[in-house]
């Protein structure tokens, strides 16, 4: 009996210890982003449809994400100082030396939003020249775009939400958003002047890659990027990552 009793505990130590040590692998990474609906989305619980690739890929390495939602602006002084992980950034002349890039998690395009009253059409980059431009604090519509802004009248607004208010209410004739994140907004916020709105498609404004990016600051970014990249390329080959 006595025997029996101690085979037992040692089994039940064992367990215990199993799953202890299981639960220590489990690393964590923290990874602050803003909220930027379908892609990113606090109300989620996969955070969005890039949170959700995201999970999946740093799972592949038992790396658990615990992503932390602020601003954008907040996001960017965070990594820079050499804290964790962000992603849907855009590669930049101005952060492309100080931060490691992933490779390209998904392509976004933009276009170009303006109210049905305003009977606006575009053949031509020039042709914008004539209108307010709006557009979103610290975002990149590509280098055709960054060209010609100089020449153009710009109101900028720190969010996209921002951007659709200013349209509304005529502070700018037309805005530069991602559909999928203009539709979003529109239908969360702007629902009764949902039929006011047109999206046009603008040749020149291209698809652009975005990316997990983290600082060269971060000690262990350049290790865990090298991990992500692997997991990342072998799910895309595999197609297995979830969407």
Known sequence: MIKK?????YILFLIGFNAQHAVA?????????????????????????LGKIVQQVFSEHKIKPVFEFMSWPETQLKISAGNGFTFMWYKSEQTEND????????????????????????????????????LTHG??????????????KLVESQSDYQGIKQLLNGQ????????????????????????????????????????????????????????FNQSLRRLKAQNTITK
């Open 139 to 152: 975002y990149s519509y590509g280098s055709v775009f960054d060209h010609y802004k100089t020449e153009l």
């Open 172 to 227: 700018s004739d037309v805005l530069l958003v991602e559909p999928s994140v203009a539709q979003s907004l529109i239908k969360d916020w702007f629902s009764d002047e949902m039929a006011q709105f047109v999206f046009q498609e603008v040749n020149y404004l291209t698809s652009q890659p975005v990316y997990l990016v983290c600082s060269q600051k971060y000690a262990a970014c350049a290790h865990s990027m090298q991990l």
């Open 99 to 134: 931060w490691i890039y992933s490779e390209p998690l998904s392509y976004l395009t933009t276009q170009l939003l303006f109210l049905k009253d305003k009977k606006i059409q575009f053949d031509r980059i020039d042709q914008l020249r004539k209108y307010k431009v709006g």
């Open 25 to 49: 692998e489990e690393k964590t990474v923290v990874i602050s982003i803003d909220n930027y609906p379908p892609y990113l989305d606090a109300r989620r619980n996969d955070k969005g449809s």
């Open 5 to 9: 009793s101690l085979s037992l505990l």
